[in-house]
């Protein structure tokens, strides 16, 4: 008998944004110290991939303006991957002095995001992000690609998913490995994520092995989405422990998916992460003593309510 979760995978890699996506949109400045634990007490859960911060300018996100320190000081695991997110050269420079072995550049779908998120037009942001993709070669360097604004623009609207496909086989010609597509303002749901998805996977040289999935969770259907990705065999998933978050430069991106949210649903489903749901709590935990507000997460909320 077919059933309509014959194409979920058997396991997921879970993309951990937290520290990075999490922590780059709250108020109140977090010791690095505390930064740096978080990130620890992260991949110590399992988590296979672990975004630990961004190396932009220090003016567009003051929180992270330590990603030299924090990056330099983290004790790595073996097997897990520490990728940070660069905008240009400069960035690229400062992270391969902390000994970077991972990155991310980032652009959008939409003009009017990519303007404010990182004073550039699509096609500048694809020119300043070659000689690091370039860089990154050299040095044997995995790069990820992330598309903001797939499922709708806070200043745009409807994104045309061809917008989508373009600047993904952009990306992928200039060699980056693997794309994570955004809904960086949390407003896809589930039957537009299947139709963004089908014609991003029908175009040439993007398979679905490549595809990962970044939802915030603004008006509570990321995990829906993630359910529509995971029936068309998405095995990549981005996530934030206690659903931390949101981009400065998208109104209402308050939030992304929940790590702990995430865990519960592919773990009730039977599906293998390697990550220990009780490790990403206290983590979570850890962090939240240094936030001033209680994380919006379900699971962690449901959890920490019980104790
Ligand atoms: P700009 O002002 O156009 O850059 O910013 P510029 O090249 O004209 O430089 C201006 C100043 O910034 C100069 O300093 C540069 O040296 C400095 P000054 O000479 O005036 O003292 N600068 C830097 N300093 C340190 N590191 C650098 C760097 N670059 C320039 N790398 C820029 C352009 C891209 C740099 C800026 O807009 C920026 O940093 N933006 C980052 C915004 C950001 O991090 N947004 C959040 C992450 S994206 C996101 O959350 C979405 C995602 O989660 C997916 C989704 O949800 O959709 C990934
Ligand atoms: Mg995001």
Do not use: W
């Amino acid at each position: 008998m077919s059933s309509s979760f014959d194409n979920v995978p058997a396991a997921v890699r879970i993309v951990e944004v937290g520290p990075r996506d999490g922590l780059q949109n709250e108020k109140v400045a977090i010791p690095t110290p505390q930064k740096i634990q978080f990130v620890q007490m992260l991949a110590s859960a399992g988590l296979p991939v672990v975004e630990v911060t961004s190396f932009v300018s220090p003016r567009a996100i003051p929180q992270l303006s330590d990603a030299d320190t924090v990056m330099s000081n983290i004790t790595r695991l073996p097997g897990t991957a520490y990728p940070v997110l660069i905008p240009n050269i400069k960035g690229m420079q400062r992270a391969l002095a902390t000994g970077v072995r991972s990155i991310a550049v980032f652009t959008a779908a939409s003009e009017s995001f990519a303007r404010h998120n990182i004073n550039a037009s699509i096609a500048e942001s694809l020119a300043n992000f070659r000689p690091v993709v370039a860089l990154a070669q050299q040095e044997d360097i995995p790069v990820r690609g992330y598309i903001s604004t797939v499922f709708g623009c806070p200043y745009e609207g409807a994104v045309d998913p061809q917008r989508v496909v373009a600047v993904a086989q952009e990306l992928l010609a200039m060699g980056v490995q693997e794309l994570s597509l955004g809904d960086t303002i949390g407003v896809a749901t589930p039957r537009q994520v299947e139709n963004v998805l089908d014609i991003v996977l029908a175009a040439n040289d993007i398979t679905r092995e490549i595809v990962g999935v970044h939802f915030h969770d603004t008006r509570g259907t990321a995990l829906a989405n993630v359910l529509i990705s995971l029936q068309m065999g998405i095995t990549t998933i981005d996530a934030a422990a206690g659903g931390l978050g949101g981009c400065p430069y998208a109104p209402g991106a308050s939030g992304n998916l929940a790590t702990e949210d995430l865990l519960y649903m592919l773990h009730g489903m039977g599906i293998q992460t390697g990550v220990d749901l009780e490790k990403v709590v206290a983590a979570t935990r850890y962090i939240a003593a240094y936030l001033g507000h209680t994380p919006t997460g379900k699971y962690y909320q449901a959890a920490v309510s019980s104790r």
